[in-house]
């Protein structure tokens, strides 16, 4: 039998993650038996001491809010994309015992913007200055955007992402919360903002419909401001597209096989239509 492998995801709270799900789902169709992948709750403040006391056993950890930053700091090495955006999704265990720090979320965007007909020279409007926002100006750079547009309630949050776009080499401004609806006719909107916060928009949303929106949550869903897109003719991406697409990045960081992304898919659309 093959040696006993371990993985998991890190966040608090933690208990709602399908994290778990796909990537089990992806160990069972590649024939890794050894494996497992579990959810452990933790804040950003407990996970150096958790990661530190980790055996050989542990191949890598998935890591969602609040512990991205954290995740940093507990890595012998950081990937330049990491570094770049100042957050980690992604931690591997090497077999020096050293973790290396990535961000998959990066390259998930890319991938699913890309797949939903982004190309070179796009306009970009990010709404929201949080975590995710950082990685979706990442992402707007790797796309070779024309122009990033972070709206946002607090200009001061703003100000937080300039060093990221500089980082990355893409040009960025600011623009007030009241502005939103205005600047919805980019060529690409990547709403990063909580639950709830962008459902005013929908109503007033003036839709072009060659705008391709990714909205990054997915419970529930569609959101209203992903209905109303959808009802324009808009290509809509959700939360979910990123959820596989950036776990696919990390199993594959994991286990050095290629990830079985069909039936990762299929257990993650088995639990959305559950």
Not at 151 to 172: C, G, Q
Not at 226 to 236: D, H, I, L, N, W
């Amino acid at each position: 039998m093959a040696s006993a492998r371990r993985a998991a995801v890190l966040g608090k709270p933690i208990a709602h993650s399908l994290s778990p799900l796909i990537h089990n789902a992806g160990y069972a169709a590649a024939g890794l038996t050894g494996w497992s992948y579990t959810r452990i709750e933790c804040a950003a403040a407990e996970l150096p001491d958790l990661v530190a006391g980790l055996g050989p056993e542990w191949a890598g950890l998935s890591v969602t809010m609040p512990g991205k930053e954290a995740a940093l700091a507990v890595a012998a090495e950081v990937s330049p994309v990491a570094a770049a955006v100042g957050a980690a999704n992604t931690l591997v265990h090497r077999p020096d015992g050293a973790w290396y720090a990535d961000n998959t979320d990066v390259g998930g965007m890319v991938e699913v913007l890309g797949s939903a007909g982004v190309r070179p020279g796009a306009t970009v409007t990010v709404l929201g200055a949080g975590g995710t926002a950082r990685a979706a100006v990442a992402a707007a750079a790797r796309l070779d955007a024309r122009s990033v547009t972070v709206v946002a309630r607090r200009a001061a949050a703003v100000d937080e992402l300039r060093p990221v776009a500089r980082a990355v080499e893409v040009p960025m401004s600011g623009a007030p919360w009241d502005d939103a609806a205005a600047r919805l006719g980019a060529d690409v909107v990547i709403s990063t903002v909580p639950k709830g916060v962008a459902d005013p928009l929908a109503g007033t949303a003036r839709w072009r419909a060659a705008t391709v929106l990714f909205d990054a949550l997915y419970d529930p869903w569609p959101t209203p401001l992903a209905a109303s897109a959808r009802a324009a003719g808009c290509p809509v991406v959700s939360g979910l597209d990123l959820l596989l697409a950036q776990a696919v990045g990390q199993f594959e960081q994991f286990t050095g096989v290629t990830a079985p992304r069909a039936a990762m898919a299929a257990a993650l659309a088995a639990a959305r239509a559950r």
